[in-house]
Protein backbone atom coordinates (compact mmCIF):
# COMPACT_ATOMS: atom_id res chain seq x y z
CA UNK A 1 0.00 0.00 0.00
CA UNK A 2 3.07 2.15 0.82
CA UNK A 3 4.39 4.01 -1.85
CA UNK A 4 7.29 6.61 -1.85
CA UNK A 5 6.25 9.97 -2.67
CA UNK A 6 7.92 10.24 -6.27
CA UNK A 7 5.70 7.53 -7.45
CA UNK A 8 2.61 8.99 -6.30
CA UNK A 9 3.20 12.74 -8.19
CA UNK A 10 5.23 12.00 -11.60
CA UNK A 11 5.90 15.76 -13.22
CA UNK A 12 4.58 14.05 -16.77
CA UNK A 13 1.40 13.91 -15.33
CA UNK A 14 1.39 17.17 -13.64
CA UNK A 15 2.18 19.65 -16.42
CA UNK A 16 0.85 22.57 -15.59
CA UNK A 17 2.32 22.36 -11.87
CA UNK A 18 5.24 24.80 -12.97
CA UNK A 19 6.69 25.01 -9.51
CA UNK A 20 6.15 22.60 -7.16
CA UNK A 21 7.72 19.15 -7.75
CA UNK A 22 11.22 18.26 -7.80
CA UNK A 23 13.47 21.54 -6.63
CA UNK A 24 11.58 23.44 -3.90
CA UNK A 25 11.19 27.21 -4.37
CA UNK A 26 9.09 29.39 -2.40
CA UNK A 27 5.62 29.05 -3.47
CA UNK A 28 3.86 26.42 -5.84
CA UNK A 29 2.93 27.41 -9.16
CA UNK A 30 -0.29 26.04 -11.43
CA UNK A 31 -0.38 27.17 -15.01
CA UNK A 32 -4.36 27.85 -15.75
CA UNK A 33 -3.88 29.44 -19.30
CA UNK A 34 -1.31 31.09 -21.61
CA UNK A 35 -1.76 34.53 -19.18
CA UNK A 36 -2.21 33.31 -15.64
CA UNK A 37 -0.35 31.11 -13.43
CA UNK A 38 -1.63 30.34 -9.58
CA UNK A 39 0.98 30.65 -6.90
CA UNK A 40 -0.22 28.62 -3.44
CA UNK A 41 1.88 28.87 -0.39
CA UNK A 42 1.01 28.26 3.21
CA UNK A 43 3.06 29.45 6.46
CA UNK A 44 2.55 30.15 9.94
CA UNK A 45 4.57 30.10 13.65
CA UNK A 46 4.23 30.56 17.06
CA UNK A 47 4.80 34.01 18.91
CA UNK A 48 7.89 35.98 17.42
CA UNK A 49 6.79 39.11 19.56
CA UNK A 50 4.75 39.53 22.39
CA UNK A 51 2.25 42.38 20.89
CA UNK A 52 -0.94 40.53 19.63
CA UNK A 53 -1.63 42.64 16.92
CA UNK A 54 2.01 43.33 15.49
CA UNK A 55 2.08 39.05 16.12
CA UNK A 56 -1.04 38.68 13.09
CA UNK A 57 0.62 41.84 10.91
CA UNK A 58 4.12 39.45 10.74
CA UNK A 59 2.62 36.13 10.10
CA UNK A 60 0.86 37.63 7.67
CA UNK A 61 3.66 39.25 6.34
CA UNK A 62 5.73 36.44 6.30
CA UNK A 63 3.00 34.34 4.73
CA UNK A 64 2.39 36.88 1.80
CA UNK A 65 6.24 37.53 1.27
CA UNK A 66 6.18 33.73 -0.37
CA UNK A 67 3.74 34.99 -3.69
CA UNK A 68 5.82 37.96 -3.44
CA UNK A 69 8.90 36.37 -4.20
CA UNK A 70 7.78 34.28 -6.73
CA UNK A 71 6.38 37.22 -8.53
CA UNK A 72 2.99 36.94 -7.61
CA UNK A 73 -0.18 39.21 -6.68
CA UNK A 74 -1.88 37.97 -3.55
CA UNK A 75 -5.68 37.22 -4.53
CA UNK A 76 -7.25 36.26 -1.41
CA UNK A 77 -6.17 33.94 1.86
CA UNK A 78 -7.08 31.92 4.55
CA UNK A 79 -6.45 32.67 8.54
CA UNK A 80 -4.82 29.18 10.26
CA UNK A 81 -4.71 29.46 13.62
CA UNK A 82 -4.24 27.54 16.77
CA UNK A 83 -5.05 29.01 19.80
CA UNK A 84 -5.16 28.55 23.45
CA UNK A 85 -8.83 28.54 24.63
CA UNK A 86 -7.81 30.76 27.54
CA UNK A 87 -6.51 33.47 25.28
CA UNK A 88 -8.45 37.04 25.96
CA UNK A 89 -10.91 37.29 23.42
CA UNK A 90 -9.36 40.95 22.53
CA UNK A 91 -5.94 39.57 22.18
CA UNK A 92 -7.58 37.24 19.41
CA UNK A 93 -9.23 39.93 17.68
CA UNK A 94 -5.73 41.88 17.45
CA UNK A 95 -4.29 39.14 16.46
CA UNK A 96 -6.84 38.23 13.16
CA UNK A 97 -7.02 42.37 12.71
CA UNK A 98 -3.26 42.11 12.33
CA UNK A 99 -3.23 39.33 10.14
CA UNK A 100 -6.23 41.04 8.13
CA UNK A 101 -5.06 44.73 8.06
CA UNK A 102 -1.95 43.24 6.04
CA UNK A 103 -4.16 40.93 3.74
CA UNK A 104 -5.89 44.35 3.00
CA UNK A 105 -2.81 46.28 2.17
CA UNK A 106 -1.56 43.25 -0.05
CA UNK A 107 -4.91 44.27 -2.10
CA UNK A 108 -6.21 40.32 -1.14
CA UNK A 109 -9.20 39.07 0.94
CA UNK A 110 -9.35 36.97 3.78
CA UNK A 111 -11.95 34.55 2.61
CA UNK A 112 -12.53 32.05 5.59
CA UNK A 113 -10.09 30.06 7.50
CA UNK A 114 -9.63 26.88 9.94
CA UNK A 115 -8.83 27.69 13.72
CA UNK A 116 -8.17 25.37 16.38
CA UNK A 117 -7.63 25.01 19.98
CA UNK A 118 -4.21 24.49 21.29
CA UNK A 119 -1.99 25.05 24.11
CA UNK A 120 0.47 27.45 22.13
CA UNK A 121 -0.21 29.87 19.66
CA UNK A 122 -0.05 29.52 16.23
CA UNK A 123 -1.09 31.67 13.39
CA UNK A 124 -0.20 32.05 9.52
CA UNK A 125 -1.88 31.98 6.52
CA UNK A 126 -2.88 30.02 3.22
CA UNK A 127 -2.41 32.63 0.68
CA UNK A 128 -3.51 31.80 -3.18
CA UNK A 129 -1.93 34.51 -5.77
CA UNK A 130 -1.61 35.38 -9.31
CA UNK A 131 1.34 36.00 -11.45
CA UNK A 132 1.81 35.89 -15.62
CA UNK A 133 3.40 32.23 -16.42
CA UNK A 134 5.97 33.78 -18.17
CA UNK A 135 7.42 36.78 -15.52
CA UNK A 136 7.90 34.42 -12.37
CA UNK A 137 10.60 34.95 -10.05
CA UNK A 138 12.02 31.76 -8.69
CA UNK A 139 15.26 30.78 -7.68
CA UNK A 140 16.52 29.17 -11.06
CA UNK A 141 16.60 32.26 -13.04
CA UNK A 142 19.92 34.17 -11.83
CA UNK A 143 22.64 34.71 -14.29
CA UNK A 144 26.38 35.93 -14.33
CA UNK A 145 26.75 39.53 -14.34
CA UNK A 146 23.05 40.41 -12.07
CA UNK A 147 23.64 42.50 -9.60
CA UNK A 148 22.19 41.07 -5.83
CA UNK A 149 19.52 43.33 -3.80
CA UNK A 150 18.43 43.07 -0.79
CA UNK A 151 15.07 45.12 0.43
CA UNK A 152 15.06 44.66 4.43
CA UNK A 153 18.35 44.66 7.00
CA UNK A 154 18.82 41.23 8.31
CA UNK A 155 19.11 40.68 12.21
CA UNK A 156 15.16 39.70 13.00
CA UNK A 157 16.39 36.54 14.93
CA UNK A 158 18.90 37.79 17.05
CA UNK A 159 17.08 40.66 18.00
CA UNK A 160 14.14 38.87 19.42
CA UNK A 161 15.96 36.14 20.47
CA UNK A 162 17.38 38.81 22.93
CA UNK A 163 13.81 40.26 23.35
CA UNK A 164 12.81 37.03 24.80
CA UNK A 165 15.52 37.28 27.77
CA UNK A 166 14.42 40.87 28.36
CA UNK A 167 18.33 42.01 26.56
CA UNK A 168 16.74 44.19 23.69
CA UNK A 169 16.31 47.97 24.02
CA UNK A 170 12.95 48.49 23.30
CA UNK A 171 13.88 50.88 20.28
CA UNK A 172 15.56 48.11 18.66
CA UNK A 173 12.59 45.61 19.11
CA UNK A 174 10.04 48.56 17.79
CA UNK A 175 12.45 48.68 14.69
CA UNK A 176 12.98 44.70 14.07
CA UNK A 177 8.86 44.56 14.12
CA UNK A 178 8.05 47.62 11.80
CA UNK A 179 10.46 45.65 9.07
CA UNK A 180 8.89 42.40 9.60
CA UNK A 181 5.52 43.91 9.51
CA UNK A 182 6.40 45.32 5.99
CA UNK A 183 5.10 43.89 2.87
CA UNK A 184 7.24 43.00 0.20
CA UNK A 185 5.24 44.18 -2.52
CA UNK A 186 6.86 47.31 -4.00
CA UNK A 187 10.25 45.69 -4.96
CA UNK A 188 8.32 42.36 -6.31
CA UNK A 189 5.94 44.74 -8.24
CA UNK A 190 9.13 46.64 -9.53
CA UNK A 191 10.90 43.62 -10.24
CA UNK A 192 8.59 42.15 -12.73
CA UNK A 193 8.15 45.16 -14.10
CA UNK A 194 11.28 45.93 -15.34
CA UNK A 195 11.68 41.97 -16.14
CA UNK A 196 13.91 40.70 -13.45
CA UNK A 197 13.41 36.07 -13.11
CA UNK A 198 15.34 35.47 -10.21
CA UNK A 199 14.75 35.85 -6.46
CA UNK A 200 13.60 34.42 -3.63
CA UNK A 201 12.67 36.12 0.47
CA UNK A 202 15.21 35.62 3.30
CA UNK A 203 13.70 33.42 6.11
CA UNK A 204 14.16 30.76 8.41
CA UNK A 205 17.40 29.55 6.62
CA UNK A 206 18.90 33.49 6.65
CA UNK A 207 20.42 34.98 4.08
CA UNK A 208 23.37 32.80 3.40
CA UNK A 209 20.65 29.74 3.37
CA UNK A 210 18.82 30.97 0.95
CA UNK A 211 21.26 32.26 -1.20
CA UNK A 212 22.56 29.18 -1.58
CA UNK A 213 18.86 27.59 -3.27
CA UNK A 214 19.33 30.46 -5.03
CA UNK A 215 22.82 29.87 -6.57
CA UNK A 216 22.26 25.96 -6.65
CA UNK A 217 19.17 26.23 -8.59
CA UNK A 218 20.81 28.60 -10.96
CA UNK A 219 24.11 27.16 -11.08
CA UNK A 220 25.83 30.24 -10.10
CA UNK A 221 28.20 31.66 -7.63
CA UNK A 222 27.02 34.57 -5.30
CA UNK A 223 29.73 37.25 -4.40
CA UNK A 224 28.40 38.88 -1.71
CA UNK A 225 29.99 41.82 -0.10
CA UNK A 226 29.38 42.08 3.66
CA UNK A 227 29.99 45.61 4.49
CA UNK A 228 27.38 46.39 2.10
CA UNK A 229 24.60 44.02 3.80
CA UNK A 230 22.38 46.30 5.94
CA UNK A 231 21.69 45.16 10.02
CA UNK A 232 18.88 46.04 11.72
CA UNK A 233 19.96 48.41 14.54
CA UNK A 234 21.58 46.83 17.57
CA UNK A 235 21.93 43.64 15.70
CA UNK A 236 25.88 43.85 15.50
CA UNK A 237 26.04 44.43 19.48
CA UNK A 238 23.24 41.32 20.40
CA UNK A 239 25.22 39.00 17.61
CA UNK A 240 28.89 40.02 19.32
CA UNK A 241 26.93 38.89 22.89
CA UNK A 242 26.30 35.61 20.88
CA UNK A 243 22.37 35.84 21.59
CA UNK A 244 20.93 34.03 18.50
CA UNK A 245 18.40 31.65 17.67
CA UNK A 246 18.65 28.08 17.62
CA UNK A 247 17.69 28.30 13.54
CA UNK A 248 20.74 30.46 13.18
CA UNK A 249 23.00 27.72 14.27
CA UNK A 250 21.48 25.12 12.45
CA UNK A 251 21.83 27.05 9.39
CA UNK A 252 25.27 27.54 9.85
CA UNK A 253 26.12 24.04 9.95
CA UNK A 254 24.06 23.09 6.96
CA UNK A 255 25.23 26.00 4.67
CA UNK A 256 28.79 26.48 5.94
CA UNK A 257 30.61 24.17 3.57
CA UNK A 258 29.22 26.19 0.79
CA UNK A 259 30.30 29.50 1.61
CA UNK A 260 34.16 30.58 1.20
CA UNK A 261 34.85 33.73 3.24
CA UNK A 262 37.74 36.18 1.78
CA UNK A 263 39.59 38.45 4.05
CA UNK A 264 39.00 38.78 7.58
CA UNK A 265 35.58 38.91 8.94
CA UNK A 266 34.60 38.90 12.53
CA UNK A 267 32.91 36.03 13.70
CA UNK A 268 29.58 37.37 15.00
CA UNK A 269 29.05 39.47 11.79
CA UNK A 270 29.24 35.85 9.58
CA UNK A 271 26.48 34.84 11.91
CA UNK A 272 24.60 37.04 11.69
CA UNK A 273 24.70 36.78 7.91
CA UNK A 274 23.27 32.73 8.61
CA UNK A 275 20.89 34.46 11.38
CA UNK A 276 17.15 33.01 10.76
CA UNK A 277 14.73 35.87 9.29
CA UNK A 278 10.75 36.19 9.81
CA UNK A 279 9.69 38.29 7.06
CA UNK A 280 12.61 39.37 5.62
CA UNK A 281 13.50 40.89 2.55
CA UNK A 282 13.84 39.94 -1.25
CA UNK A 283 17.14 38.86 -2.49
CA UNK A 284 16.83 39.47 -6.32
CA UNK A 285 19.06 38.70 -9.04
CA UNK A 286 18.56 42.12 -11.00
CA UNK A 287 20.42 41.95 -14.77
CA UNK A 288 22.65 45.58 -14.71
CA UNK A 289 20.92 47.12 -17.93
CA UNK A 290 17.43 47.10 -15.41
CA UNK A 291 19.10 48.54 -12.73
CA UNK A 292 18.87 52.24 -13.50
CA UNK A 293 14.82 51.64 -14.07
CA UNK A 294 14.71 49.54 -11.12
CA UNK A 295 16.90 52.44 -8.92
CA UNK A 296 14.46 55.00 -10.30
CA UNK A 297 10.53 52.79 -9.80
CA UNK A 298 12.03 52.11 -6.19
CA UNK A 299 12.99 55.60 -5.13
CA UNK A 300 9.39 56.99 -6.47
CA UNK A 301 7.90 54.30 -4.08
CA UNK A 302 10.51 55.12 -1.20
CA UNK A 303 11.11 51.66 -1.42
CA UNK A 304 14.32 50.72 0.26
CA UNK A 305 17.13 48.63 -0.92
CA UNK A 306 20.56 47.67 -0.80
CA UNK A 307 22.83 46.54 -3.63
CA UNK A 308 24.77 43.60 -1.55
CA UNK A 309 26.92 41.80 -4.05
CA UNK A 310 26.58 40.22 -8.03
CA UNK A 311 26.55 36.88 -9.48
CA UNK A 312 29.16 35.19 -11.31
CA UNK A 313 29.45 32.11 -13.01
CA UNK A 314 29.94 28.87 -10.91
CA UNK A 315 32.77 28.36 -8.87
CA UNK A 316 34.12 25.29 -6.66
CA UNK A 317 31.78 27.02 -4.09
CA UNK A 318 27.97 28.37 -4.71
CA UNK A 319 28.58 31.17 -2.31
CA UNK A 320 31.72 33.64 -1.76
CA UNK A 321 31.75 36.57 1.06
CA UNK A 322 33.92 39.24 1.19
CA UNK A 323 34.78 40.63 4.26
CA UNK B 1 -5.23 51.53 13.92
CA UNK B 2 -7.85 48.57 15.14
CA UNK B 3 -10.72 48.63 12.51
CA UNK B 4 -13.84 46.08 12.57
CA UNK B 5 -12.74 43.08 10.82
CA UNK B 6 -16.59 44.03 8.58
CA UNK B 7 -15.14 47.34 7.58
CA UNK B 8 -11.64 45.96 6.35
CA UNK B 9 -13.17 43.53 3.50
CA UNK B 10 -16.57 45.04 1.59
CA UNK B 11 -18.04 42.75 -0.22
CA UNK B 12 -18.54 45.56 -2.72
CA UNK B 13 -14.61 45.74 -3.12
CA UNK B 14 -14.54 42.00 -3.83
CA UNK B 15 -16.96 41.10 -6.23
CA UNK B 16 -14.90 37.82 -7.23
CA UNK B 17 -14.79 36.60 -4.13
CA UNK B 18 -18.51 35.09 -4.58
CA UNK B 19 -18.47 32.85 -1.15
CA UNK B 20 -15.91 33.55 1.36
CA UNK B 21 -17.97 37.19 2.61
CA UNK B 22 -20.82 37.00 4.62
CA UNK B 23 -22.49 33.69 5.92
CA UNK B 24 -19.80 30.87 6.03
CA UNK B 25 -19.98 27.83 3.59
CA UNK B 26 -17.88 25.03 2.75
CA UNK B 27 -15.20 26.71 1.43
CA UNK B 28 -14.30 30.12 -0.21
CA UNK B 29 -15.24 30.52 -4.28
CA UNK B 30 -13.19 33.00 -6.23
CA UNK B 31 -14.23 33.43 -9.85
CA UNK B 32 -11.70 33.71 -12.36
CA UNK B 33 -13.98 33.80 -15.31
CA UNK B 34 -17.03 33.25 -16.96
CA UNK B 35 -15.89 29.48 -16.46
CA UNK B 36 -14.20 29.16 -14.09
CA UNK B 37 -13.73 29.47 -10.09
CA UNK B 38 -11.22 28.90 -8.01
CA UNK B 39 -12.39 26.80 -4.23
CA UNK B 40 -10.01 27.66 -2.06
CA UNK B 41 -9.89 25.48 1.70
CA UNK B 42 -7.99 24.06 4.52
CA UNK B 43 -8.40 21.59 7.34
CA UNK B 44 -6.70 19.81 9.99
CA UNK B 45 -6.87 18.20 12.96
CA UNK B 46 -5.46 16.18 15.64
CA UNK B 47 -5.15 12.30 15.48
CA UNK B 48 -8.65 10.83 15.31
CA UNK B 49 -7.08 7.22 15.10
CA UNK B 50 -4.02 5.26 16.19
CA UNK B 51 -3.04 4.23 12.63
CA UNK B 52 -0.55 7.38 11.07
CA UNK B 53 -1.67 6.12 7.43
CA UNK B 54 -5.48 6.50 8.37
CA UNK B 55 -4.92 9.90 10.24
CA UNK B 56 -3.19 10.92 7.07
CA UNK B 57 -5.44 9.99 4.69
CA UNK B 58 -8.88 10.95 6.50
CA UNK B 59 -6.98 14.66 7.07
CA UNK B 60 -6.85 14.46 3.67
CA UNK B 61 -10.17 13.38 2.75
CA UNK B 62 -11.67 15.37 5.16
CA UNK B 63 -9.71 18.42 3.89
CA UNK B 64 -10.28 17.56 0.16
CA UNK B 65 -14.56 17.08 1.05
CA UNK B 66 -14.75 20.91 1.63
CA UNK B 67 -13.86 20.66 -2.49
CA UNK B 68 -16.22 18.06 -3.23
CA UNK B 69 -19.04 20.22 -1.07
CA UNK B 70 -18.90 23.10 -3.47
CA UNK B 71 -18.70 21.23 -6.02
CA UNK B 72 -15.46 21.51 -6.66
CA UNK B 73 -12.83 19.63 -8.25
CA UNK B 74 -9.30 19.31 -6.27
CA UNK B 75 -6.33 20.25 -8.14
CA UNK B 76 -3.77 20.98 -6.23
CA UNK B 77 -2.94 20.71 -2.33
CA UNK B 78 -0.06 21.97 0.27
CA UNK B 79 0.31 19.91 3.67
CA UNK B 80 -0.06 21.57 6.87
CA UNK B 81 1.63 19.64 9.52
CA UNK B 82 2.95 20.44 12.91
CA UNK B 83 4.62 17.21 14.22
CA UNK B 84 6.60 16.37 17.73
CA UNK B 85 10.24 16.27 16.86
CA UNK B 86 10.56 13.17 18.71
CA UNK B 87 7.86 11.23 16.16
CA UNK B 88 9.72 8.29 14.52
CA UNK B 89 10.08 9.01 11.15
CA UNK B 90 8.58 5.65 9.79
CA UNK B 91 5.50 7.25 10.98
CA UNK B 92 5.80 10.78 9.54
CA UNK B 93 6.79 9.12 6.50
CA UNK B 94 2.53 6.68 7.00
CA UNK B 95 0.94 10.05 8.09
CA UNK B 96 2.33 12.09 5.04
CA UNK B 97 1.78 9.50 2.76
CA UNK B 98 -1.42 8.61 4.04
CA UNK B 99 -2.39 12.18 2.89
CA UNK B 100 -0.49 11.84 -0.84
CA UNK B 101 -2.50 8.83 -1.43
CA UNK B 102 -5.83 10.23 -1.00
CA UNK B 103 -4.93 13.80 -2.94
CA UNK B 104 -3.95 11.39 -5.73
CA UNK B 105 -6.63 9.64 -5.90
CA UNK B 106 -8.71 12.94 -5.95
CA UNK B 107 -6.80 13.42 -9.14
CA UNK B 108 -4.77 16.30 -7.11
CA UNK B 109 -1.02 16.71 -6.62
CA UNK B 110 0.91 17.74 -3.41
CA UNK B 111 3.05 21.43 -4.27
CA UNK B 112 4.43 21.75 -1.18
CA UNK B 113 3.52 22.78 2.38
CA UNK B 114 4.62 23.75 5.56
CA UNK B 115 5.70 21.83 8.88
CA UNK B 116 6.37 23.03 12.11
CA UNK B 117 7.79 21.28 15.13
CA UNK B 118 4.63 20.50 18.18
CA UNK B 119 3.80 19.02 21.14
CA UNK B 120 0.52 17.63 19.52
CA UNK B 121 0.50 16.03 15.78
CA UNK B 122 -1.68 18.09 13.89
CA UNK B 123 -1.59 17.61 10.05
CA UNK B 124 -3.85 18.53 6.99
CA UNK B 125 -4.32 19.96 3.99
CA UNK B 126 -4.66 23.74 2.34
CA UNK B 127 -6.36 22.74 -0.95
CA UNK B 128 -6.93 24.39 -4.41
CA UNK B 129 -10.00 23.28 -6.19
CA UNK B 130 -11.91 24.64 -9.69
CA UNK B 131 -15.40 24.64 -10.39
CA UNK B 132 -17.48 26.32 -12.82
CA UNK B 133 -18.87 30.05 -11.30
CA UNK B 134 -22.54 28.65 -12.42
CA UNK B 135 -22.71 25.04 -11.28
CA UNK B 136 -21.74 25.39 -7.44
CA UNK B 137 -22.98 23.42 -4.47
CA UNK B 138 -23.86 26.09 -1.60
CA UNK B 139 -25.90 25.90 1.41
CA UNK B 140 -27.98 28.55 0.09
CA UNK B 141 -29.46 26.28 -3.10
CA UNK B 142 -32.00 24.27 -1.54
CA UNK B 143 -35.71 24.21 -2.66
CA UNK B 144 -38.74 22.97 -1.21
CA UNK B 145 -39.61 19.62 -2.55
CA UNK B 146 -35.98 18.58 -2.72
CA UNK B 147 -35.05 15.00 -1.19
CA UNK B 148 -32.77 15.37 1.46
CA UNK B 149 -29.47 12.45 0.29
CA UNK B 150 -26.67 11.59 2.78
CA UNK B 151 -23.67 9.48 1.27
CA UNK B 152 -22.29 8.44 4.38
CA UNK B 153 -23.75 7.01 7.85
CA UNK B 154 -22.73 8.63 11.22
CA UNK B 155 -21.17 7.71 14.23
CA UNK B 156 -17.68 8.75 14.21
CA UNK B 157 -17.75 10.53 16.65
CA UNK B 158 -19.02 8.02 19.26
CA UNK B 159 -16.92 5.12 18.06
CA UNK B 160 -13.51 7.23 18.01
CA UNK B 161 -14.43 8.59 20.79
CA UNK B 162 -15.08 4.76 22.28
CA UNK B 163 -11.53 3.83 20.62
CA UNK B 164 -10.15 6.25 22.91
CA UNK B 165 -10.48 4.67 25.81
CA UNK B 166 -10.42 1.12 24.41
CA UNK B 167 -14.19 0.51 24.51
CA UNK B 168 -14.94 -0.08 20.92
CA UNK B 169 -14.85 -3.69 19.06
CA UNK B 170 -11.72 -3.47 16.71
CA UNK B 171 -14.09 -4.17 13.59
CA UNK B 172 -16.39 -1.10 14.78
CA UNK B 173 -12.84 1.60 14.30
CA UNK B 174 -11.67 -0.37 11.06
CA UNK B 175 -15.40 0.40 9.69
CA UNK B 176 -15.39 3.71 10.77
CA UNK B 177 -11.83 4.45 9.66
CA UNK B 178 -12.69 3.13 6.15
CA UNK B 179 -15.71 5.47 5.85
CA UNK B 180 -13.36 8.66 6.77
CA UNK B 181 -10.94 7.80 4.51
CA UNK B 182 -13.13 7.82 1.75
CA UNK B 183 -13.56 10.31 -0.92
CA UNK B 184 -17.06 12.05 -1.20
CA UNK B 185 -16.22 12.61 -5.08
CA UNK B 186 -18.48 10.49 -6.96
CA UNK B 187 -21.40 12.16 -5.02
CA UNK B 188 -20.38 15.72 -5.53
CA UNK B 189 -19.18 15.00 -9.23
CA UNK B 190 -22.68 13.29 -10.06
CA UNK B 191 -24.46 15.75 -8.09
CA UNK B 192 -22.85 18.54 -10.58
CA UNK B 193 -23.93 16.67 -13.52
CA UNK B 194 -27.23 15.96 -12.99
CA UNK B 195 -27.93 19.59 -11.55
CA UNK B 196 -27.99 19.81 -8.01
CA UNK B 197 -27.02 23.22 -6.75
CA UNK B 198 -27.17 22.81 -2.83
CA UNK B 199 -25.09 20.52 -0.40
CA UNK B 200 -22.68 20.71 2.24
CA UNK B 201 -20.19 18.15 4.45
CA UNK B 202 -21.07 16.84 7.69
CA UNK B 203 -18.21 17.18 9.82
CA UNK B 204 -17.64 18.96 13.50
CA UNK B 205 -21.24 20.41 14.07
CA UNK B 206 -23.22 16.70 13.25
CA UNK B 207 -25.99 15.94 11.08
CA UNK B 208 -28.58 18.37 12.69
CA UNK B 209 -25.90 21.47 12.92
CA UNK B 210 -24.63 21.28 8.89
CA UNK B 211 -28.09 20.68 8.09
CA UNK B 212 -29.92 24.02 10.31
CA UNK B 213 -27.15 25.96 8.07
CA UNK B 214 -28.39 24.50 5.16
CA UNK B 215 -31.83 25.61 6.01
CA UNK B 216 -30.77 28.29 7.21
CA UNK B 217 -28.64 29.74 4.28
CA UNK B 218 -32.08 28.53 1.91
CA UNK B 219 -34.39 29.71 3.84
CA UNK B 220 -36.61 26.31 3.85
CA UNK B 221 -37.35 23.26 6.85
CA UNK B 222 -35.58 20.36 6.63
CA UNK B 223 -38.06 17.17 7.31
CA UNK B 224 -35.60 13.95 8.18
CA UNK B 225 -36.97 10.50 9.06
CA UNK B 226 -34.90 9.35 11.85
CA UNK B 227 -35.40 5.52 10.67
CA UNK B 228 -33.69 5.98 7.33
CA UNK B 229 -30.57 7.50 8.80
CA UNK B 230 -27.89 5.52 8.23
CA UNK B 231 -25.42 4.50 11.56
CA UNK B 232 -22.20 3.05 11.18
CA UNK B 233 -21.96 -0.58 12.87
CA UNK B 234 -21.54 -0.20 16.66
CA UNK B 235 -22.44 3.26 17.31
CA UNK B 236 -25.76 2.81 18.48
CA UNK B 237 -24.68 0.37 21.24
CA UNK B 238 -21.68 3.37 21.64
CA UNK B 239 -24.20 6.02 21.93
CA UNK B 240 -27.00 4.19 24.36
CA UNK B 241 -23.66 3.93 26.59
CA UNK B 242 -23.34 7.40 25.93
CA UNK B 243 -19.74 7.66 24.62
CA UNK B 244 -19.60 10.61 22.64
CA UNK B 245 -17.23 13.65 22.19
CA UNK B 246 -17.00 16.84 23.77
CA UNK B 247 -18.09 18.45 20.28
CA UNK B 248 -21.29 16.62 20.11
CA UNK B 249 -22.74 17.86 23.34
CA UNK B 250 -21.74 21.05 22.34
CA UNK B 251 -23.71 20.90 19.31
CA UNK B 252 -26.60 19.76 20.85
CA UNK B 253 -26.40 22.55 23.08
CA UNK B 254 -26.25 24.80 20.32
CA UNK B 255 -28.70 23.66 17.24
CA UNK B 256 -31.54 21.97 19.11
CA UNK B 257 -33.84 25.45 19.83
CA UNK B 258 -33.74 24.92 16.08
CA UNK B 259 -34.68 21.21 16.11
CA UNK B 260 -38.17 19.90 16.25
CA UNK B 261 -38.86 16.02 17.24
CA UNK B 262 -42.08 14.44 15.58
CA UNK B 263 -42.90 11.13 17.91
CA UNK B 264 -41.17 9.19 19.97
CA UNK B 265 -36.91 9.13 19.28
CA UNK B 266 -35.08 7.46 22.01
CA UNK B 267 -32.41 10.30 23.45
CA UNK B 268 -29.78 8.35 22.31
CA UNK B 269 -30.78 8.28 18.71
CA UNK B 270 -31.37 11.91 19.15
CA UNK B 271 -27.72 12.54 20.18
CA UNK B 272 -26.04 10.31 17.63
CA UNK B 273 -27.79 12.76 15.07
CA UNK B 274 -26.15 16.01 16.88
CA UNK B 275 -22.49 13.53 16.76
CA UNK B 276 -19.38 15.40 15.82
CA UNK B 277 -18.27 14.15 12.56
CA UNK B 278 -14.92 14.09 10.67
CA UNK B 279 -14.61 13.39 7.54
CA UNK B 280 -18.56 12.39 7.13
CA UNK B 281 -20.58 12.55 3.56
CA UNK B 282 -22.10 14.98 1.75
CA UNK B 283 -25.82 15.94 2.74
CA UNK B 284 -27.75 17.04 -0.52
CA UNK B 285 -30.59 18.68 -1.75
CA UNK B 286 -31.58 16.45 -4.39
CA UNK B 287 -34.69 17.95 -7.14
CA UNK B 288 -37.01 15.14 -7.49
CA UNK B 289 -37.00 15.27 -11.32
CA UNK B 290 -33.20 14.51 -11.16
CA UNK B 291 -33.47 11.54 -8.45
CA UNK B 292 -33.92 8.98 -11.16
CA UNK B 293 -30.78 9.94 -13.38
CA UNK B 294 -28.54 10.75 -9.45
CA UNK B 295 -29.69 6.97 -8.51
CA UNK B 296 -28.49 5.47 -11.90
CA UNK B 297 -25.31 7.03 -12.22
CA UNK B 298 -24.65 6.59 -8.23
CA UNK B 299 -25.30 2.68 -8.59
CA UNK B 300 -22.89 2.63 -11.46
CA UNK B 301 -20.29 3.91 -9.79
CA UNK B 302 -21.14 1.79 -6.56
CA UNK B 303 -21.40 4.83 -5.17
CA UNK B 304 -23.74 4.41 -1.47
CA UNK B 305 -26.49 7.28 -1.07
CA UNK B 306 -29.46 7.27 1.33
CA UNK B 307 -32.49 9.31 1.03
CA UNK B 308 -33.07 10.18 4.92
CA UNK B 309 -35.49 13.31 3.93
CA UNK B 310 -36.79 15.98 2.15
CA UNK B 311 -37.55 19.52 2.23
CA UNK B 312 -40.46 22.00 2.77
CA UNK B 313 -41.48 25.67 2.64
CA UNK B 314 -39.79 27.51 5.67
CA UNK B 315 -41.93 26.60 9.25
CA UNK B 316 -41.12 28.02 12.53
CA UNK B 317 -37.85 25.66 13.11
CA UNK B 318 -35.25 25.00 10.54
CA UNK B 319 -35.44 21.55 11.14
CA UNK B 320 -38.28 18.55 12.01
CA UNK B 321 -37.13 14.80 13.09
CA UNK B 322 -39.75 12.25 12.57
CA UNK B 323 -39.09 9.64 14.62
Known sequence: ??????????????????????APDDAAVYRLDEARALIVTTDFFTPIVDDPYQYGAIAAANALSDVYAMGGRPLLALNIAALPPDLPPTMITQIMIGMAEKVREAGAVIAGGHTIQDKEPKVGLAVVGMASPDRLLTKGGARPGDRLILTKPLGTGCITTAAKSDQAKPDDLVEAAAWMMRLNRDAAEIAIEVGVRAATDITGFGLLGHATELAEA???????????????????????AW???????????????????????PEHRLMLLFDAQTSGGLLIALPPDQREVFAAQMAARQAPWWEVGQIGAREDVP?????
Open 1 to 22: MLRPMQDLFRPAEHPDLLVGLG
Open 218 to 240: SGVTLYLDAARIPLLPGAEQYAA
Open 243 to 265: IFPGGSAANRRAYEGGVRVAGDL
Open 319 to 323: LVVHA
